[in-house]
């Protein structure tokens, strides 16, 4: 029998170590939001585990090239959706500085923006959400995203996840975005729930979730959703803490942003934050909550606790016509 999560209602997903005939499944290791947290142990970890694919949900630093090339530098396969920390002088002049565009230059075809890429010992396509997301209803600069993207709309953009993913060579996929769908709680403690300014509300992205109603509609399975940006720690209520591991139906929702994403052990050494994902055929077998130590090893190693949704996604109305950038 799997061992479950503690959560009754993730009763299919077997969440604890892998027995040893799983050898055959495929890693997919997720880096939350950097915000410059980067140590030479965390490179040391990934090349020694070696993923099948190293998924980095975005705010690496705030348009910092030097992180980004630092991250390049590691010997892991990888895929990078950048968050709105990575394009932050670039929103307020809207327009792509020197720096955003040898950001893009550097990490060429790893920046997963609108594409897909495949991860064959995992039976999954990976496809990359709308890069740079602040989240809420606007898309801030429709400019910036119209002169590096030709995307000027929430349904544009929509529209080109979709065609991302019609071009998946599998049915069952995996979404990397820096922000989650509209649609998962209005609470400040929910996974995508506005804890700031004026708090409550659902502060996730429209776009994704059109997208993957669509997606959805053309049969495709959305196994799961991996993003960031909404950090662990709340600003309301000060010191609560949110909702990052949550499944609705056959999707799983991991928000990776545990800020900062390095602390101090409870025994007092250094150690920094990774989840880790085990798929085999298309289908999620465990996820853990990884801390790794000064040496790259992992010193510890929990199963997510999931919260299970109840009911469908709401559905998201096509004909909806958002701000048009604030
Ligand atoms: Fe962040
Ligand atoms: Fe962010």
């Known amino acids: 029998m799997p061992r479950n999560c503690g959560s009754a209602a993730l009763r299919s997903l077997p969440c604890g170590p892998l027995p040893d005939s799983s050898r055959a499944s495929a890693t997919l290791t997720i880096v939350g939001d950097v915000h410059r947290w980067w140590r030479a142990a965390d490179a040391a970890h990934l090349e020694r585990q070696r993923p099948d694919l190293a998924l980095f949900v975005g705010d690496l630093g705030d348009e910092d090239l030097e992180i980004v090339q630092r991250i390049l530098a590691v010997q892991v396969k990888k895929a990078v959706l950048l968050g709105n920390h990575d394009a932050w002088q670039s929103f307020g002049r809207r327009t792509a500085t020197e720096k955003l565009t040898a950001i893009l230059d550097a990490l060429g075809d790893d ?11 995992a039976g999954v396509s990976v496809v990359g959400a709308r890069p740079f997301s602040w989240g809420g209803p606007s898309l801030r600069s429709p400019e910036l995203y119209d002169e590096i993207y030709g995307i000027r709309t929430g349904k544009q953009s929509a529209a080109a996840i979709v065609d991302a993913a019609r071009h998946a060579q599998h049915r069952d996929l995996v979404i990397l975005a820096h922000n989650m769908p509209l649609g998962l709680g209005d609470a400040t403690t929910d996974i995508c729930g506005k804890d700031f300014g004026k708090p409550g509300g659902d502060w ?103 919260v299970d949704l109840a009911g469908e996604a709401p559905v998201v109305d096509e004909t909806h016509d958002e701000p048009a950038g604030g």
Request: include cysteine; proline fraction near 4%; aromatic fraction near 8%.
């Open 204 to 306: 996730g992205d429209r776009d994704l979730a059109l997208a993957i109603q669509r997606i959805e509609g053309m049969g495709l399975r959305v196994r799961a959703v991996v993003a960031g940006h909404m950090h662990h720690k709340l600003v309301h209520p000060r010191g609560g803490e949110r909702t990052r591991f949550v499944r609705r139906g056959g999707t799983l929702f991991v928000n990776a942003a545990y800020v900062p994403r390095v602390r101090t052990s409870p025994e007092g050494g250094e150690e920094s934050y990774f989840v880790r994902m085990q798929w085999r055929a298309g289908e999620c077998l465990a996820v853990e909550e990884l801390w790794v130590d000064v040496d790259g090893n992992v010193r510890s190693a929990t199963p997510a606790r999931f």
């Open 111 to 121: 920046h997963l923006a609108y594409r897909v890429r495949e991860v064959p010992a």
